[in-house]
């Protein structure tokens, strides 16, 4: 797999961060990576920091991961060293190409690539969609984004949004999901921290097996589930009017609509 030579990472905060640790367990050496921090002195051993933009366009791809409201306190000094040997990955959720090919004209392209938490153990689906990326560069996008966990790209950008809900914000829906389970069974007389990690070694279980399973999670369900047992008693509960199925309808719609609004706030930044 390939991976690029020298790697800026602007906003090395727990997104990039994580990531950076995947590709290093993927064995991209620590040297590939220098991180700008206005003030920051520390960074993860073998990986260069820097305070000042440098000169000249030594990078031949830049990380953007501030958070997309502090896109503008980075935008003057990275568009100095992004040229056209430079391609610009940015993880920001709602901005968009457009607003990116305006920040940075001279770019080689601009990736969005949206990943979760899960890249620091490689377990990460990244999505991507890009601009102006000629065939080397994507290829080099596809296999850093493999090296995390898989690469997924869109056929249209209208779709990022609520693949970002999904895939990206869906761990922290996930983390809920677990915390209610275990705040249920707290609730009907468990003590509170063995209901975790019992919720929580379940959840480790169930994914990792339907991960691995032919099977699709509804004929999953149905193999646990004992006709006229306890599974299907509980089933039923979720199952009723589509209850689970329309409260997570409205979340990812929540989330998505909110990544269309910070777009729109982007585009009007400039
Ligand atoms: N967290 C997640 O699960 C996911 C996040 N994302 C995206 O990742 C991005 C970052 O999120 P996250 O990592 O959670 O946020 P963090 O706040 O952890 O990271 C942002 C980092 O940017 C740094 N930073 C702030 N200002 C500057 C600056 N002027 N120059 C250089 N670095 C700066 C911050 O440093 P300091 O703390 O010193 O200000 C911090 O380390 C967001 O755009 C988000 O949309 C995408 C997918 C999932
Ligand atoms: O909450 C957010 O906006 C980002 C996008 C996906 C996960 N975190």
Known sequence: MTHFQNILIVGFGNMAGAMAEGWLAAGVPAATFTIYHPTRTEAPAGMAIINDWPDGEPFDAVIVGVKPQKLGDVADGLERVVGPGTVVISILAGVELASLARRFPRARGVVRLMPN????????????????????????????????????????????????????????????????????????????????????????????????????????????????????????????????????????RAARDRGREMAAAARDEG
């Open 117 to 252: 938490l899960a890249v620091a153990l490689r377990k990460s689906p990244n999505a991507l969609i890009a601009q102006g990326l000629d065939d080397a560069a994507r290829q080099t996008v596809t296999d850093m984004a493999a090296m995390l966990g898989s690469a997924e790209w869109l056929a249209e950008e209208a779709q990022f949004d609520l693949v970002t809900a999904l895939a990206g914000s869906g761990p922290g829906f996930v983390y809920r999901f677990i915390d209610a389970l275990a705040a249920g069974a707290t609730r009907l007389g468990l003590e509170h921290e063995q209901a975790q990690r019992l919720a929580m070694q379940m959840v480790e279980g169930a994914a990792a097996l339907a991960a691995r399973s032919p099977d699709s999670p509804a004929d999953l369900a149905r193999r646990v589930a004992s006709p006229g047992g306890m599974t299907q008693k509980g089933l039923d509960v979720l199952d009723e009017d589509d209850a689970l199925a329309r409260l997570l309808t409205e979340t990812l």
